[in-house]
């Protein structure tokens, strides 16, 4: 059986940064374990809805485990998406969208700069 790789979600951390992240490692991977504690689960939970909306992944498993630790009880979250057959075509798709829009940017700015 493959590894699947991990993704271990902060409270922190912003879903758009979740997303680009996730979408990086799946470049390599087929399936990734977005794993978010209490304070970090809704942003793991949107990266995760986001990414399946667009086309890029599809959930294969989603559970929850409490761990103990020094009498304190941990919660994690752990999303398993997997890529779909699509997956390299939105996502380059993506990219050059992403690069068309900085250079109309750099363009724009350019124009302004020389009035």
């Known amino acids: 059986m493959e590894a699947i790789g991990e993704l271990e979600v902060k409270e922190y951390d912003h879903v758009k940064r979740v997303m680009h992240l996730a979408k990086d490692l799946l470049l390599s991977q087929e399936r990734l374990n977005l794993i978010a504690g209490t304070n970090s689960s809704p942003t793991a939970t949107k990266a995760a809805e986001n990414l399946v909306r667009f086309g890029y992944v599809t959930y294969e498993n989603i559970q929850t485990l409490t761990e103990v630790k020094n009498d304190r009880r941990f919660i994690k979250l752990i999303i398993t998406i997997k890529k779909t057959s699509d997956f390299k075509k939105i996502y ?23 009035k």
Do not use: L
């Not at 798709?93 to 940017?105: F, H, I, L, W, Y």
């Open 92 to 114: 380059d798709a993506n990219k050059e969208e992403v690069k068309k829009k900085q250079e109309e940017r750099q363009a724009k700015e350019k124009t302004t700069e020389g």
